[in-house]
């Protein structure tokens, strides 16, 4: 079992950053891909970023790559999403996921345990 909890949200300017943290317990963090995914109103929830358990594998969505940068603390049982350059179709409820697989992971129904979200607002 996993339990997740992301802060970090808030609103900021076109061009500004912020950086999402997402706090997990349970002893299988370590050994669980982190996934980020994100869902603006009336959108369906989609794949952001995700990084596999040693932290060697990463992958993106093609709309935030080369301005988002996930990484993960073993030691500290925490995922981050690094987030430049925000525009305003970033704009959106940003959640925390994790999975036992290392398959298919920008796909939503390949994680088990979900954050409750952190809002992420980004004006124009």
């Known amino acids: 079992q996993v339990q997740l909890v992301e802060s970090g949200g808030g609103l900021v300017q076109a061009g500004g950053s912020l950086r999402l943290s997402c706090a997990a317990s349970?002893?299988?963090?370590?050994?669980?891909?982190m996934g980020w995914f994100r869902q603006a109103p009336g959108s369906e929830r989609e794949f952001v970023a995700a990084?596999?358990?040693?932290?060697?594998?990463?992958d993106y969505a093609d709309s935030v790559k080369g301005r988002f940068a996930i990484s993960r603390d073993n030691a500290k049982n925490t995922v981050y999403l690094q987030m430049n350059s925000l525009k305003p179709e970033d704009t959106a409820v940003y959640y925390c996921?994790?999975?036992?697989?290392?398959?298919?992971?920008?796909?939503?129904?390949?994680?088990?345990?979900w954050g409750q979200g952190t809002q992420v607002t980004v004006s124009s």
């Open positions: 990084i596999k358990w040693n932290g060697d594998i990463t």
């Open positions: 349970g002893r299988t963090f370590s050994t669980s891909t």
């Open positions: 996921a994790a999975t036992r697989t290392i398959v298919a992971i920008t796909r939503r129904d390949r994680y088990e345990y």
